[in-house]
């Protein structure tokens, strides 16, 4: 099995990052989902794990080149054969200022097939075990359906994965701390070696 992971979002994406706190911190989506997406496919590749990045640029790469290159390896190897992971950090606003929405979420397109609603049960899964606080859909579906170009547009099993809320203050703050990061990766690690039975 091949795993695809998608970092979203460039250096230049206009809003795509948090308030800029008291203390002058400020977490940017960019340049997070890229730091995740590296240790993620560290962890992954000390067990044994094909893993590759799509976007290797720090620059915004368009949706439809990302999906283009998803669907390149996907032919190349079998749809079957690959999973794809879009890391993010969610936001209730524009970035200019503090929100209250917090937790963490899991995505899949609305016309995901029924591997990519088990990746994200997985992904689910290794959130709760990791003592995150999900925010669900509903009582009987934990994750969401949203018509993402990343899950819709790509052939393989697709997840995006929206990492707490870089607009709430307690939320960035964990995003941006070591154990943050540390949880953060591990729930990736942990829902794709579940799913793939390691």
């Known amino acids: ?47 044994g794990i094909d893993v590759e990045r799509v976007v290797k640029e720090s620059t915004d790469v368009p949706l439809h080149e990302r999906c283009r290159r998803v669907n390149e390896i996907c032919v190349e190897v079998g749809a079957k054969n690959c999973l794809l992971v879009s890391i993010h950090c969610n936001a209730a606003g524009n970035g200019l200022k503090p929100m209250a929405a917090r937790g963490w979420s899991v995505f899949v397109s609305l016309n995901a097939s029924d591997k990519s609603k088990e990746l994200a049960d997985s992904f689910c899964d290794a959130a709760m075990a990791c003592g995150v606080k999900l925010r669900v859909y509903s009582p009987k579906q934990r994750f969401w359906a949203q018509n993402l170009a990343m899950c819709r547009d790509t052939k393989c099993a697709a997840v995006l994965t929206e990492n707490l809320f870089m607009d709430n203050e307690e939320d960035c703050r964990y995003l941006l701390s070591n154990e943050g990061k540390k949880v953060i990766t591990q729930i990736h690690v942990q829902a794709i070696l579940n799913l793939l039975g390691k």
């Open 1 to 47: 099995m091949k795993v695809l992971l998608d970092n979203g979002h460039g250096e230049t994406t206009a809003g795509k990052r948090s308030p800029m706190w008291r203390d002058g911190t400020q977490l940017f989506e960019w340049e997070y989902a890229r730091e995740i997406a590296q240790r993620v496919e560290n962890e992954l590749t000390k067990q």
